[in-house]
């Protein structure tokens, strides 16, 4: 079994240390000015303090959202993508953290606070997740699978394979046409996002070998090398088919994550619009 | 607009081929030209296919500085002049000489350059030209005595374009056809195998002469290591120096050889390799304008490794005597030597100790990754596949991307299909209009869609496929075509090629397979 393994030592470790120690030095200042200010003077999100951290969230979170305009305006030289994409991870953790700074590590109050909260954190986590998967998944894909593909080209790939396995099938005996109809254009149907490859992405190989091996020993001459062909186009199937279904995961959890930074964006600007008002 | 102007924007005719004539009568033509007359007429027959006479109309460009040309010109009857690349100011009127045997031309143009200095204009303008952005030696194709802005002529009886063909030098001159024209346009194929019958050995020892007379100077100045020799050191290399073809595969020195000779290479690459065990481990390559051999002359032992031809190669030899008088003359060049010879031997050492890194080396033999100047790697451990570089090219090339995420992989690195930017671009050769080309002294080798004509000869020529062809509506033929588009790495884009700038991951960089060191740090990281 060689399940996508979340290699989380791996997958924390910095790319950039510097970068880690930049944000870092940030979190840990930010984190002394709270302790020193809340011994001396108490703290609330109101004072001055206060608002100083909320402000600094903010803009950190307005960087935040520069980062999905930035990858729409790719021809525009404004520093590397991998610079970017380090201040939209960074920053926004360290946003997270000011958010905490700035309720002064207390439950908030009210439904609004309640869910300002629970929006950054959300929203903090699912980012935080993204990270993990693609340091993780990537390099799976790379080790365990053996083939390479455009996602948006597999669908073609796996037709193409059904094309080369009917044409495999031509002349055949009747044992192995029945165990092409009953196993192999089954397993070239798709392709699909399967949760087995999620769980393991060799998921089905053992049992297409057994299914292969089974029919191998009834079948003679010509078929046998069919058969062999057939059981190479299954399995490079089942490459593509692991590699779509983590491609997806690697998109997917996009559609969780842009979703909350959305909301908590425009739950800030409501916030900051309430305060501002009353 | 000048006249030149005219002539330097028009693109460039490829002559009309003489009407199609049945096989006998063609054999008989080519047996017309008095060089050609030794051979059996079997082996005209089979190198009739690559040999045809073309006729070019007074003022039709028949070679174009800065372009590749797989095509050796035999001029039968008319006048051609070579035009050296244009300097500041508009060209001199050519110097008309007269008629002479065969063999006059060369002496000819050295006359017509009259008594050149190793400082003059013209080699410093073929040495600010010939080095390439990168530190690439690109030798020139011509000779280098001639003036820069100068031209001058060439009569019938004589081959131009040779050294061009052979080692894939970019032309440093257009060659115009200055009455009409008609010439013997040879290609590469048969250029090399009319130079190795026997009864053609005084042909090929005159054109060995006009090469070495016209541009071995040159050549050899522009090797760093003989750039400061004395014009007398320089001249006795040229009377002693041999010229020397080998065919892929074929061994140019044994390890363990007696030190005979110092090498130079004129044109292709070579691979140098140390027996360990029954293998040949591979340490390091050879290209135009490196060198080897001062191990074993100046240590007086044999050779420590092997040289052998990964495609075909063209070598300039330099006898041990010649060698050490240069030596014993010139203790720069000698400290120089020493310098390399540490150097050399501690490539090999490393090697030795460490094979795996070799295999890096010797993929980049096998896939002819060694010719790429800017190969595009993807580390797939950190990619993605969100394919931003794919949206980024596309962003900047108006909407249609230059590469496909899709290649050869090489443990976690793949290898897209993105042009390499070659040493030696063999999909310049043949561009009938001149759509593509790489400006002498830089890397990156483009396509002008407002000239492309959709011929798609570069595409065919490329050996790795990295030209891919887009539909795409041409002013030229006026109508939707598939129109070759390859990487131009961002040409003009401030901060690079936009796909290295805009990963996220930073899972996409370039490198140069020139830099052997750098590719085996990058490999094994």
Redesign the interface.
């Known amino acids: 079994m060689s399940p996508i393994r979340l290699d989380l030592p791996t997958a924390l470790r910095p790319k950039r240390r510097e970068w880690f120690n930049a944000f870092g030095g940030l979190a840990i200042a930010g984190l002394v000015v709270f302790v020193a200010i809340d011994f001396l003077y108490g703290w609330s999100p109101a004072n001055l303090a206060g608002l100083v951290f909320g402000g600094l969230a903010t803009a950190l979170m307005t960087l935040e959202v520069l980062y999905a305009l930035r990858r729409r305006l790719l021809v525009k030289p404004l520093n590397t993508g991998q610079a970017w994409l380090q201040v939209h991870v960074y920053g926004g953790t360290l946003a997270a953290l000011f958010v905490l700074i700035h309720i002064g590590f207390r439950w908030p109050h009210g439904l609004f606070g309640l869910a300002l909260f629970l929006l950054t954190i959300l929203t903090t986590i699912s980012g935080l997740f993204g990270v993990v998967l693609q340091k993780t998944v990537p390099t799976t894909l790379t080790s365990s699978i053996g083939v390479e593909a455009i996602y948006e080209r597999i669908p073609d790939m796996v037709a193409d394979l059904r094309t080369q396995a009917d044409e495999t099938i031509k002349g055949a005996s009747d044992m192995l046409q029945r165990f092409y109809g009953s196993h192999v254009k089954p397993a070239l149907a798709g392709p699909a996002v399967s949760f087995a490859y999620v769980m393991d992405v060799r998921s089905g190989r053992e049992r297409l070998v057994t299914d292969f091996k089974g029919i191998q020993s009834f079948l003679a001459g010509d078929d046998k090398t069919r058969a062999d062909q057939l059981q190479q186009l299954v399995t490079r199937k089942m490459d593509l088919e692991a590699h779509y279904t983590w491609q997806n995961v690697l998109r997917a959890w996009l559609l969780l994550h842009v979703p909350l930074a959305m909301l908590l964006f425009a739950a800030i600007l409501a916030h900051i619009a309430a305060v501002w008002r009353y | 607009m000048t006249a030149d102007h005219e002539h330097q924007n028009r693109p460039p005719q490829h002559g009309a081929p003489a009407p199609p004539v049945d096989p006998a009568a063609e054999l008989a033509r080519l047996k017309t030209y008095p060089f050609l007359a030794p051979l059996a007429d079997g082996t005209l027959k089979r190198l009739q296919p690559n040999m045809v006479e073309r006729r070019y109309a007074r003022g039709e460009t028949i070679l174009r500085v800065g372009e590749y040309s797989d095509t050796a010109f035999y001029l039968k009857d008319g006048i051609v002049e070579v035009r050296m690349a244009p300097a500041a100011g508009a060209a001199k009127a050519p110097q008309v000489v007269g008629a002479g045997p065969a063999d006059s031309g060369a002496t000819r143009l050295d006359r017509a350059a009259g008594q050149n200095s190793r400082g003059g204009p013209a080699i410093q303008a073929v040495q600010r030209s010939g080095l390439g952005a990168d530190g690439t030696v690109i030798i020139s194709d011509m000779s280098a005595d001639m003036r820069l802005g100068n031209s001058t002529l060439i009569e019938p009886g004589e081959l131009f374009g040779e050294i061009n063909a052979l080692a894939r030098y970019a032309l440093s001159s257009d060659v115009i056809a200055h009455t009409d024209v008609v010439c013997l346009a040879i290609r590469t194929p048969a250029l090399r195998a009319l130079f190795k019958q026997p009864e053609l050995a005084a042909f090929k020892e005159q054109v060995d002469n006009r090469y070495r007379k016209r541009t071995l100077g040159a050549h050899l100045r522009q090797v760093d290591l003989f750039a400061g020799l004395s014009e007398p050191l320089v001249e006795r290399l040229r009377q002693t120096a041999e010229l020397l073809s080998f065919e892929p595969g074929a061994v140019i020195v044994a390890q363990d050889a007696p030190a005979d000779a110092f090498y130079l290479v004129r044109g292709g690459y070579v691979k140098v390799a140390v027996r360990t065990g029954a293998h040949d481990l591979s340490i390091t390559y050879l290209r135009k304008g490196d060198y080897a051999g001062e191990i074993s002359l100046l240590l007086d032992e044999p050779w420590p490794f092997s040289l052998e031809a990964l495609e075909y190669v063209e070598l300039v030899r330099i006898r041990r005597e010649a060698f050490q008088k240069i030596v014993e003359s010139a203790p720069a060049v000698e400290q120089r030597l020493w310098e390399e010879v540490v150097l050399r031997l501690k490539e090999r050492g490393a090697a030795v100790r460490n094979p795996l890194a070799s295999q890096y080396l010797q993929m980049a033999m096998d896939t002819g990754l060694i010719h790429g100047e800017s190969v595009m790697l993807i580390d ?9 570089c794919v ?2 090219c596309a ?2 090339h108006g909407g249609t991307p230059r590469f ?3 290649g050869n ?1 090489y443990r ?1 690195w ?1 290898v897209p299909n993105a042009c390499y930017q070659c040493s030696d671009p063999a999909c310049l050769v043949g561009c009938p209009t001149g759509a593509i080309t790489r400006p002498l002294g830089t890397r990156e080798v483009t396509i002008n869609p407002d000239v492309c004509i959709a011929c798609h000869n570069c595409s065919r020529r490329c050996p790795w496929g990295n030209i891919i062809e887009v539909p795409f509506y041409s002013p030229v033929v006026k109508k939707e075509v598939d129109l070759p588009t390859k990487c131009d790495q961002c040409i003009g ?3 690079g090629p ?1 796909c290295v ?6 899972a996409l960089t370039r490198i140069s397979f020139k830099d052997m060191p750098q590719v085996v740090r990058t490999f094994t990281k």
């Open positions: 797939m451990n950190l990619c993605t596949r969100c394919d931003d949206r980024a962003s900047t496909i995420r899709e992989n976690h793949m884009r401030e901060d936009a700038q805009i990963c996220p991951h930073g």
